[in-house]
C-alpha cells in the first residue's frame, strides 16, 4: 500500500511540476509597455539602454518599418534584455509584429505584438533567453500586421 501511494504521489508531484513549467514557457517573456511603467525580466525598461529604434514610416503609397534590417552581435553584448523602441510616424494606425514565423503556430514561439496611434511609442522588451530558445535561426521578422501585405524588416543576431 505505501509504494503505491509513494509511486502516485511522485506521479502526482511530476505532472504538476511538468504543467507548471510548461505553463511558465507558454506564457512567455515579451513585455510590452511605457518607458515609465514597463519592466521585463525584473528590470525596468528605463534602466534598460535602447537597443532597437524602429520607425513606422510612410513613403508615398508605401507603408513600412524604418530600419528594414537590423544587426545584432550578441557575442560583444552583455546579457540584459533587448529594448526596442517602436515609434509611429504615419498618419495613421500602425500595427507591429514580431515573430518567428517557422514556428508561428507553437505555443512556445517568441511573439510581440502591438497598435500604435499617430505619433505613440511604446517599448517592448525582450529576454535573450526568448530570442536564442524560441527562436530557430539567426533572423526574426518584423512588419505591420494591420498591413500585411506591405514590407517588414527583420533583426539580424549574431550569436
Do not use: C
Amino acid at each position: 500500500m505505501r509504494s503505491r501511494i509513494a509511486a502516485l504521489s511522485f506521479a502526482l508531484w511530476g505532472a504538476l511540476s511538468f504543467g507548471a513549467s510548461a505553463w511558465a514557457l507558454q506564457a512567455g517573456g515579451v513585455e510590452v509597455g511605457d518607458l515609465e511603467s514597463g519592466s521585463v525580466a525584473g528590470q525596468p525598461f528605463k534602466e534598460l539602454e535602447v537597443d532597437v529604434q524602429l520607425f513606422a514610416v510612410e513613403l508615398g503609397s508605401l507603408k513600412t518599418w524604418y530600419p528594414p534590417t537590423t544587426v545584432i552581435d550578441f557575442k560583444v553584448r552583455p546579457g540584459r534584455p533587448l529594448l526596442f523602441k517602436v515609434t509611429n510616424m504615419s498618419s495613421g494606425e500602425r500595427g507591429f509584429q514580431m515573430t518567428d514565423r517557422v514556428n508561428a503556430g507553437s505555443p512556445f514561439v517568441l511573439k510581440a505584438e502591438v497598435v500604435l496611434k499617430p505619433g505613440e511609442t511604446k517599448y517592448i522588451g525582450v529576454p535573450t533567453s526568448d530570442l536564442f530558445y524560441a527562436t530557430q535561426g539567426n533572423t526574426i521578422k518584423y512588419h505591420d500586421h494591420l498591413n500585411p501585405k506591405q514590407p517588414g524588416g527583420k533583426l539580424i543576431m549574431v550569436k
